[in-house]
Nanobody, 123 residues
Framework: EVQLLESGGGSVQAGGSLRLSCTIS????????MGWFRQAPGKEREAVARIDRADATSVADSVKGRFTISKDSAENILYLQMNSLKPEDTAMYYC?????????????????WGQGTQVTVSS
């Protein structure tokens, strides 16, 4: 069974930084596609960043230049470094894994999810 556990969320002022971590069990990060999504109240879950088995990364336009996704294959941890945070980044952030071949940007492309970690950015 794949289990994902996010940590590192919190409350920061605009311009601040946070690093989210996702500890994974039952699945190796080197195996396939991993992603970070977020969901604000009243909004749909949206893709933030993804990293595939070849370590190719992709981030949403709204966070480009500010957020970086990475993974520690030895420790089996996925990270999301978030800099220059804005109030509109406020959301619940979720770690996700796709255990099938391939990668994607939609929530439906991923079949394992963590419980989420809250990020709140104040102006």
């Amino acid at each position: 069974e794949v289990q994902l556990l996010e940590s590192g969320g919190g409350s920061v002022q605009a311009g601040g930084s946070l690093r989210l971590s996702c500890t994974i069990s039952g699945y190796r990060v080197v195996t396939g596609c991993m992603g970070w999504f977020r969901q604000a109240p009243g909004k749909e879950r949206e893709a933030v960043a993804r990293i595939d088995r070849a370590d190719a990364t992709s981030v949403a336009d709204s966070v480009k230049g500010r957020f970086t996704i990475s993974k520690d294959s030895a420790e089996n941890i996925l990270y999301l470094q978030m800099n220059s945070l804005k109030p509109e980044d406020t959301a619940m952030y979720y770690c996700s894994a796709r255990t099938a071949i391939g990668c994607g940007y939609r929530p439906i492309d991923y079949n394992a999810w963590g419980q989420g970690t809250q990020v709140t950015v104040s102006s």
